[in-house]
């Protein structure tokens, strides 16, 4: 009743299915691993974004990127480091829209949680406005050591001349010091 | 002094390790957020530039059929034959040139290697393509102008001839203006993308240099939008010049 399938259409089918299944399971490890660090995503997004629309365009571009580029992730260097080239490159050649200073300091406000005190909010926001004083390379130099990754992982992220790297963070950190303290008298 | 300073980076870095523990969560992501986020589509230059190219070649196939469709129907008129001719040769040439930029632009979204390397390859594709990508969409310009020019007379005349009076004068003319135009405008735009990732290039070598990238950026679009207009306004005035001559 029914005609046998050939050989050859067998084959197909199951590469078909293999290869769904395969993405599906390189989708779920993929999702596991940004949830697990998206903490380095909302930090990029908080310093390179100044407006609600400009963050939500941002957050999308870069889930993008990543999506995109997760076949080339390569499992000999952890998944942070490579989130943090692919995430900061993104921030860096991103379009950026209108920017609105003076909303800057409320949005970031508004992304923290309400069960924190005004006081800690406050610290927080000065740093964050202090970062975003930096030029956009800064910006990404300043996240790297804050999240304390070390000179040799900040080289292999930005591409940096060895020598370049502590210099350069001796001066942010003066830098960010600085405009923070000044932050913080607001 | 030297323990001052170091105890206020050891703060600093208290500060920001709360930072991340301290997000509201509404902005937390959990799979479904993510999974939708994936599903949209992307909005940077060069996928913007990509979804550009490709609507182009489209663009430039149903104009070949149009060229196709007016040889055919002007099989004895040498000139029309002729001209369709080049325009179908100069639409396939650039599809094929479109089709080379999209895999460059394809090649650049691969992630591999450092910050540098990403700046360094995305300037040298935009260096190397700096007068293929305004070429290319203008030669679209150019080939609508032509098209739409042998349709208007076509239409008017029941024939297309060569230049032969002032109107036919002034049509040559616009289809000239039109198409520097079109490169006038496509062509700042890739060579403001070089500048901007070159000097985030040079900021990543050299630490002395004043970080105001995204400021001068901004003067740059901002020159780039009062230019335009200005020659958007020259183009509907000259055009009203021309209603006002012929009529």
Partial sequence: MYKKLS?????????VTNL??????????????????????????????????????????????????????????????????????????????????????????ENLSSQMGIDKKDIIISLYMAIDQLGPIDKAIALLYLEQKNYQEIEEIMGMNKNNVGVR?????????????????? | MNSNSENKDKDILKIWAKAGKTLNSQQQLNKEKMETLLSKTSTEFSSGIKRLLKADAIFKVVMIFGFITIAAFNLNNLFVLGTSLVCIILGAMTIKQNRILIEGLNELAEYKGNIRSFLEKDIMYYKRNIFRHPFTLTISVFLFYVLGSMVYYEIKYDTIRPIQDLEDGVVVLFLIFSTLFSFVIYYPYFTSRIDYLQKLLNDIDHADLINNHIKDNKIKKRKKIIITSILIILGVLALTTLIIAIF
Avoid: C
């Fill in chain 1, 7 to 15: 050989p050859d259409v067998i084959f197909s089918v199951r590469r």
């Fill in chain 1, 20 to 109: 769904i299944g395969l993405r599906m399971k390189m989708k779920e490890k993929f999702l596991n691993a940004v949830d697990m660090h998206q903490g380095i995503i909302h930090k990029i997004l908080s310093v390179y974004t100044h407006n609600e629309e400009e963050r939500k365009d941002l957050l999308q571009e870069i889930m993008l990127q990543l999506w995109n580029s997760f076949p080339s992730f390569s499992e000999r260097s952890a998944f942070s480091t490579w989130m943090f080239k692919v995430a900061l490159n993104t921030a860096l050649l991103h379009k950026r829209k209108k920017r609105n200073e003076t909303h800057a300091r409320e949005v970031i406000a």
């Fill in chain 1, 169 to 186: 963070i001796s001066r942010i950190k003066e830098k960010i010091k600085k405009i923070f303290e000044y932050e913080q008298q607001f």
